[in-house]
């Protein structure tokens, strides 16, 4: 097991360094050059072509890409991620606050999405062709279906316009965040956001689980008298969630990118609303930072899946 | 299956004459209800989309300063916008945009798919390594948010958005056509071909591709379901199709202010009901083009 560990983190490393080439030759794709961007047109304008020239010179724009990648990578590795063109601020610091709020939201809309779906799955599929089970199977359908920001608009409409009961803007109401006013902001927000996960994963656990209730071993459970508690609780249930853990870490990109929606439109201030704000603001040293640091993100996530999945199965044994 | 047998089942399967099959295919696919009835809402879609001009009495961009954001009457069947532009013609206009990028996008990433499946599933060694790594490089960058990123960067054009959501989206496809490739490679028609002595093109072309194809008919279905949903967010967020092309998405811009999801919900629910409507109308046909093309099927 610790043997698997270590060989996993192994393969991790070249795969950051290629994550960190990838964001790179991203960046670099933006039209016109990191000067054109960082100025105010006006300034910019009153410039003479040697002034730029040597702002060019200054920042190593005028060398070979591979030559700027190495100095950018140089930079990186002593955790420095560059200055925002907006704020002026130290991208690694613009970042490290929106982390939090992020995982706060996702992490929440996954364990209501899973244990939620879940739920619905089991019920689903012990109650087959039920009008429960029915009405379970369209509304997943349509979960599937239906796009998270227009959850989130229907959302809105309901709890903030016709039952104004919940709030839509922000963390907290004031800038304290007692965690009782937190969790009353975070529950729109993460409940919008758990509903696609939720629907994969309803109709997931009712195909697994149907399948399991129909095999050899839950018969045999079943002839030797054992109670249905124990049957579905302990032979049935266990088996069929087991691909879970592969589905929900797949799912976290998804995930992720529906966090960048549900954040722009209840204003949450984690990584989603900072990238689109960022675009908004071609505040491209950001960008940078926070591609690399997603993509490094979702790379973890997997790794911990895997080794999750090794210790979750006895069957799989890696040498 | 023993190599005899192997060998018999190629006449066998040439025997069968081509309309044939493709009438018990959609046979299959016709005996799946929800699957017609998707490709019905497609359809009507599809052609109002095509016939729009000819059809509709207002045109999607007319400006009708007068008329500003009037509710559903009896000239303008679902109101009218803040610039008094018919909602109802901008909505079957936007699904020419939303259709075709969930459709151009599908087919980029698909073809990539399917070449870098093929590839590493056939070369196998050290080229499955590298294509294997690339693959999981690339799926380690969240869909949406690079999509929202390269798009911004390469600038939000129509074409940019079908190109970049291609080529976010292929590695699905490309782990399953791989995994098909390494079961297929070893039947024995495979071997029987290689044995008189099919190049590795023919090997892969008229051998292998045909047995993977339905598979990535299945999958390139829902590919599309998935670009249209893409498409839209982005076009919502104000970061896709820029006004005035009217999209599904762009159309829902302006509900996200209060006023307007209060008092005009003919903005909004329309369009959103539109993309809840094809998007399930296209995973219906997925799912009757897989139990009608499902090679798997038609073995046992």
Redesign the interface.
């Given at each position: 097991m610790g043997k698997y560990i270590s060989r996993r983190l192994a393969i991790a490393i070249p795969?950051i360094v290629?994550?960190s080439m990838?964001t790179f030759l991203?960046?670099n794709?933006?039209?016109g050059d990191p000067i054109d961007a960082m100025l105010d047109p006006e300034e910019l304008y009153a410039m003479t072509e040697k002034q730029v020239e040597s702002l060019r010179r200054h920042y190593g724009l005028d060398k070979p890409l591979p030559v700027r990648y190495a100095l950018w990578l140089a930079q990186v590795v002593r955790g420095n991620f560059g200055y925002s063109y907006y704020t002026y601020d130290a991208v690694l610091r613009e970042i490290a606050v929106r982390v939090m709020p992020t995982v706060e939201l996702t992490l929440t809309a996954l364990a209501l999405g899973t244990v939620i779906g879940v739920a619905f799955g089991v019920v689903s599929a012990l109650r087959q062709y039920s009008i429960l089970d029915y009405v379970l199977s369209v509304a997943s359908?349509?979960g599937?279906?239906?796009?998270?920001?227009?959850f989130a608009?229907?959302a809105?409409?309901l709890f903030?316009?016709v039952f104004p009961i919940l709030p839509?803007f922000g963390m907290s109401t004031t800038g304290f965040f007692p965690l009782h006013d937190n969790l009353y902001h975070l529950i729109m927000p993460a409940g919008v956001l758990s509903l696609d996960l939720m629907a994969s994963v309803t109709r997931y656990t009712r195909t697994a689980m149907l399948e399991v209730l129909n095999s050899d071993y839950v018969t045999t459970a079943r002839a030797k008298g054992l109670s249905e508690h124990v049957v579905i609780g302990r032979h049935a249930f266990r088996n069929a969630l087991l691909p879970l853990i592969t589905i929900t870490t797949l799912r976290?990109?998804?995930l992720?990118?529906?966090a960048?929606?549900v954040e722009?439109?209840f204003s949450w201030p984690g990584m989603?609303l900072l990238?689109?704000d960022s675009?908004h603001a071609r505040d491209y040293p950001v960008?940078m930072g926070l591609?690399f640091f997603?993509?490094?993100l979702?790379?973890f996530s997997?790794l911990l899946a895997d080794i999750m999945y090794a210790y979750a199965d006895p069957r799989i044994r890696y040498g | 299956m023993s190599t005899a047998s192997g060998a018999r089942d190629i006449p066998a399967l040439k025997a069968v004459p081509r309309s044939t099959r493709r009438t018990t295919a959609w046979e299959r696919f016709r005996r799946h209800r929800l699957a017609v009835a998707g490709l019905g809402v497609l359809l009507a879609f599809g052609i109002l989309a095509a016939a729009a001009p000819s059809v509709l009495p207002h045109g999607p961009n007319a400006i009708d300063l007068d008329h500003v954001k009037e509710p559903p009457s009896l000239s303008h069947i679902l109101g009218t916008d803040v610039a008094g532009r018919d909602v109802f013609a901008r909505i079957v206009i936007a699904g020419r945009v939303s259709m075709s990028v969930g459709l151009v996008a599908a087919l980029i990433a698909s073809v990539i798919g399917t070449i870098i499946g093929l590839v590493s599933g056939y070369a196998g060694s050290w080229v499955d390594d590298v294509l294997q790594?690339f693959t999981?490089?690339v799926?380690?960058?969240?869909?949406?948010?690079?999509v929202?990123?390269?798009v911004?960067?390469?600038?939000p054009s129509v074409f940019n958005i079908m190109l970049v959501i291609g080529f976010m989206g292929w590695t699905g496809k490309a782990r399953l056509v791989r995994g098909q490739v390494l079961s297929l490679r070893e039947m024995d028609y495979v071997t029987a071909g290689r044995a008189v002595g099919a190049s590795t093109g023919r090997l892969l072309l008229v051998h292998i591709l045909p047995g993977v194809m339905p598979f990535v008919a299945v999958a390139a279905t829902l590919t599309v379901?998935g670009a249209i949903?893409t498409e839209?967010?982005l076009s919502?967020?104000g970061?896709g199709v820029q006004i005035p092309t009217a999209t599904w998405g762009n159309m829902?811009m302006g509900?996200?202010s209060?006023t307007v999801?209060?008092s005009q919900?003919w903005l909004?629910i329309p369009p959103?009901l539109a993309?809840?409507s094809t998007?399930?109308g296209v995973?219906f046909v997925g799912d009757g083009l897989r139990d009608a093309l499902d090679p798997r099927v038609r073995i046992g």
């Open positions: 795969m290629a994550i990838v991203f960046i794709l933006a039209p359908l349509f599937l279906a239906i796009p998270t920001f227009f608009l229907v809105l409409y903030a316009v839509v976290l990109p998804y992720f990118g529906g960048i929606i722009t439109m989603g990238a689109v675009i960008l591609t997603v993509a490094v979702v790379l997997n | 790594r999981e490089l799926m380690t960058f969240p869909t949406f948010f690079a929202i990123i390269l911004a960067l390469l600038g379901a949903i839209a967010s919502f967020l970061l829902m509900a996200q209060l999801l209060r919900p909004w959103g993309i809840g998007v399930l995973n």
